[in-house]
């Protein structure tokens, strides 16, 4: 019986050719601009690190100004930390795994007199960033935290770093020059992409993992350049790279990972009691309030995903329902021209729930083949997105399986609902005045 | 003049096409709906646009056509910045086709810069009014094309060299016009020179100069006209120039500029090499990506909405084909059967415009609430409705027409 219905769908379908392609663009055109926003929505939303996102936790504190709170909001805390209050959270190692970092950059030297020097990122952090973030290694592995101690010149490439400078081959072992400086590399890690790139949203929520990853500690060792977003209340207390690093700027990330409520509390009553010690040395003005942001708080709280992304998931919603609006109508005005025939069915037998099953087959019919050309409304949409936002985008414009999966229940089901009020009224008709009239 | 009798000859007919209404009416409620969330949606999507595009047309202030900016950074060991830049901004000013060349500590526009807050009086109490800082020498109001409208400029005894990390200021300032009136808004921005303001909670600064316009690196900052300059040079690795060109010389200049840097130093890396409209452009891209979007939403949603219009007009004339050949036949003129669609569209989208304002208010609270954005101006829905009409209107037409060409015999056959 089913597939004498598509047939007879798939007839029906034919009959009105215009009015069937109106129906399925409609949709399509309203399935396509939906996926296109609620995939950029979801991407900029996804978690980045779905297994361990409960038990990594940014850490803020109010080492703010006395007369004004961090923002226009009285209970706002800096999003960021100051270098000592960072530094002696990672050193005080109260949590499973901990670090502090930052951002940097430098001019690396390959070797060989032909190749040109360029500029590289660099991520200053202490031996816990990989092994807590699960940051995946092709070749060798993190420094040791003996390194973070000495303040050892080791090196952590990317993969694509790895490549230009040794064209991929295994390099750890050997020495890179940056800024004029000699580094020894102890690993190499493959891709790593964080979507979005939580450990540090405040520099970009999207930007590229960095280049060089190396020792927080070399920071002030080599006093490295202060890359990123620098904020202060207060200027440093005297001149000079030391004075700033100890200043009441805020410039530095801070991590941890906690795996269970108890180590969760008892972390805070160590950040408590930290601030409380600090107040005592004339530091911390403002009331004590800490925080502790799991992964997905983090990004709420910073606001990661964009507004102009939110504001166009709203109107594509708009979009569809004008869309679906077109196809209810389009429908009744199909079903209605088909009275005379359903009359001639329900008069010679067919009972009212074949005719409904029958005709709901058809709008589902016409929903799926609306979906399918919706997907690929949304390739084309996803790809303008890429060309009008740039290279940032391009990992938030890709459709997966289950996004696909998404678009094809949304184009199913809204298309259903579209067809079950003119199919009931199609249904409900008096099969003798249509055969009359006629 | 005298033809006022013939109006009132023709029969609207009105009653009768409400009647007729009354009995589809889901078909019309369908479309009255899909005409409003048309509407809304447009309507919304137009002031988006409109106040995207004033943003982006407001005036930076700098020479945006002509200028470029780069940074050189050094990483050789014996690497001296000071003599480099002195080096480099006497070799780019005397070159032909540069109006002036400066070293500055970030580009207006660019998105990333430094902010101070200078307060009126010293101490930590008192409020401080946001600033961006551009640290220039005494070139830099005739790089970045400013004009100074009260005061004077830098001599080149007041340009002081800034070390990595230093916290002393400069003692003397030039403000723009509107950072001089937010700071001091009792008195007109031209006594403000001679003033002195503090940095650092309590370090003075006096006014010198006032400029007419100049905008801060982050567009997005509401303070956008808040700048101040600072005489300073500065002795860091990486340093930024902004260089202005003669008209119609930038990207000639550009290509020079770039081959005579990387070759006088090689212990350096000139990049970043960027027209200042390639700059802005990259800072308002959001805007940009938004504006083409909407546009063409609205483009695809006016073209769904009239087609489903059509199909429904034209499904609806097919059906009365027979009613249509007997009013004929009863001595209707072809225009009155044209008029027939044309007001009964009529009356369904003025039901929908209707409704359409009330949701356009509602989306645009919604929208800034939610959003923050500015709320719509009221003239706005007025023309939507308008423009909704005429889409209708015009949809209707096609079919309307095909109807009045329905010939009267039609009414003694049976179909």
């Known amino acids: 019986m089913f597939g004498y219905y598509i047939k007879l769908a798939l007839k029906s379908v034919k009959r009105n050719p215009i009015l069937s392609l109106l129906m399925v663009t409609a949709i399509a055109l309203g399935i396509g601009a939906c996926m296109t926003t609620i995939t950029v929505n979801y991407l900029m939303s996804a978690d980045p690190i779905p297994h361990k996102s409960q038990q990594l936790f940014h850490i803020q504190v109010d080492s703010w100004d006395p007369n004004n709170a961090y923002s226009d909001d009285a209970d706002s805390l800096p999003n960021q930390l100051t270098w000592t209050d960072a530094t002696n959270f990672t050193l005080a190692k109260k949590a499973l795994r901990q670090s502090a970092m930052g951002m940097s950059g430098g001019i690396i030297e390959p070797a060989g007199d032909d190749a040109k020097p360029f500029e590289a990122s660099i991520r200053l952090a202490y031996t816990d960033f990989f092994p807590m973030f699960d940051v995946p290694f092709i070749y060798g592995t993190a420094w040791d935290s003996q390194s973070d101690t000495d303040r050892e010149q080791v090196v952590v490439l990317s993969k694509r770093t790895n490549e230009s400078v040794f064209g991929g081959e295994n390099s750890v072992g050997k020495t890179i020059v940056i800024d004029g400086r000699n580094f020894q590399i102890v690993g190499v890690i493959d891709d790593w992409q964080p979507m979005p790139k939580f450990y540090d949203v405040n520099n970009g929520g999207f930007n590229e993992t960095e280049q060089l990853f190396m020792p927080f500690s070399l920071k002030e060792e080599l006093e490295l350049p202060n890359w990123g977003n620098n904020n202060c209340w207060k200027s440093p207390d005297g001149e000079g790279y030391k004075a700033f690093l100890q200043s009441e700027c805020i410039n530095t990330q801070m991590w941890v990972e906690l795996p269970n409520d108890l180590a969760k509390a008892e972390y805070m009553d160590y950040l408590n009691n930290y601030v409380m010690e600090q107040k005592k040395l004339g530091r911390f003005p403002r009331p004590l309030n800490n925080r502790l942001s799991n992964v997905m708080e983090w990004m709420a709280s910073q606001e990661v995903v964009e507004e102009d992304a939110k504001m166009m998931m709203w109107l594509s919603f708009m979009f569809l329902l004008v869309c679906l609006l077109n196809t209810i109508g389009l429908l009744l005005a199909k079903f209605t021209g088909k009275s005379s025939e359903i009359g001639l069915r329900l008069a010679v037998g067919a009972s009212k729930a074949d005719l409904f099953k029958q005709h709901l087959l058809e709008t589902a019919l016409i929903g799926v083949m609306g979906g399918i050309a919706g997907i690929l409304l949304a390739l084309v949409g996803l790809q303008g997105i890429k060309s009008l936002y740039g290279d940032f985008v391009d990992d938030l414009a890709s459709l997966d399986l289950s996004m696909i999966l998404v678009a094809l229940s949304i184009a199913l089901l809204s298309s259903i609902l579209a067809g079950l009020y003119p199919t009931w009224r199609a249904c409900n008709i008096a099969p003798a005045s249509q055969l009359k009239s006629q | ?415």
Not at chain 2, 70 to 84: D, I, K, Q, Y
Not at chain 2, 174 to 192: D, G, Q, R
Not at chain 2, 236 to 259: C, H, L, N
């Open chain 2, 1 to 415: 003049m005298s033809n006022i009798q013939t109006n009132t000859s023709v029969n609207w007919e009105i009653g009768p096409i409400f009647r007729a209404m009354l009995r589809n009416k889901v078909g019309a409620i369908l479309i009255a709906l899909q005409i409003a969330i048309t509407m809304t949606i447009i309507v919304n999507s137009v002031y988006i646009i409109v106040e995207r595009s004033k943003e982006m047309q407001r005036d930076s202030g700098i020479d945006n056509k002509n200028s470029f900016s780069l940074t050189s950074v050094g990483f050789a060991e014996n690497f001296n910045a000071a003599v480099t830049v002195e080096e480099d901004l006497n070799t780019l000013r005397n070159l032909p086709g540069i109006v002036d060349a400066i070293q500055i500590n970030a580009i207006p526009n660019s998105g990333s810069g430094w902010s101070m807050g200078l307060k009126t009086q010293s101490g930590v109490e008192h409020d401080a009014v946001g600033t961006a800082v551009y640290m220039v020498d005494e070139h830099g109001i005739n790089a970045l094309d400013v004009e100074i409208i009260a005061g004077e400029n830098f001599a080149p005894t007041d340009i002081g060299l800034r070390e990595v990390g230093q916290v002393k200021w400069p003692n003397k300032t030039i403000l723009t016009k509107a950072m001089a009136e937010n700071l001091f808004p009792e008195i007109p921005y031209s006594s403000v020179v001679g003033k002195t303001v503090y940095i650092n909670d309590i370090d003075p600064m006096i006014v010198i100069g006032i400029i007419d316009k100049l905008q801060a690196p982050w567009v997005g900052w509401n303070n956008l006209e808040n700048v101040m300059l600072s005489p300073e040079r500065m002795d860091y690795k990486g340093s930024r120039y902004f260089i202005r060109t003669e008209p119609s010389q930038r990207d000639s200049v550009m290509k020079q500029v770039e081959e005579l840097l990387a070759n006088s130093n090689k212990g350096r890396l000139i990049q970043g090499m960027r027209s200042i409209e390639e700059t802005r452009e990259r800072s308002y891209r959001g805007h940009t990506a938004m504006i083409k979007i909407l546009t063409t939403v609205m483009v695809i949603l006016t073209i769904v909405t009239a087609l489903g219009i059509v199909g429904l007009a034209s499904f609806s004339v097919n059906q009365r084909k027979k009613q249509i050949g007997t009013r004929r036949a009863l001595g209707a003129s072809q225009s009155a059967i044209v008029r027939y669609f044309m007001l009964e569209n009529f009356l369904i989208s003025t039901i929908g415009v209707v409704f359409g304002a009330a949701l356009t208010i509602a989306l645009n609270i919604l929208l800034v609430n939610t959003f923050g954005l500015d709320r719509i101006d009221w003239f706005y829905i007025p023309i939507g409705m308008v423009v909704l009409w005429l889409v209708g209107q015009g949809a209707v037409f096609g079919p309307a027409k095909k109807a009045a060409n329905i010939p009267p015999a039609l009414a003694t056959r049976t179909v």
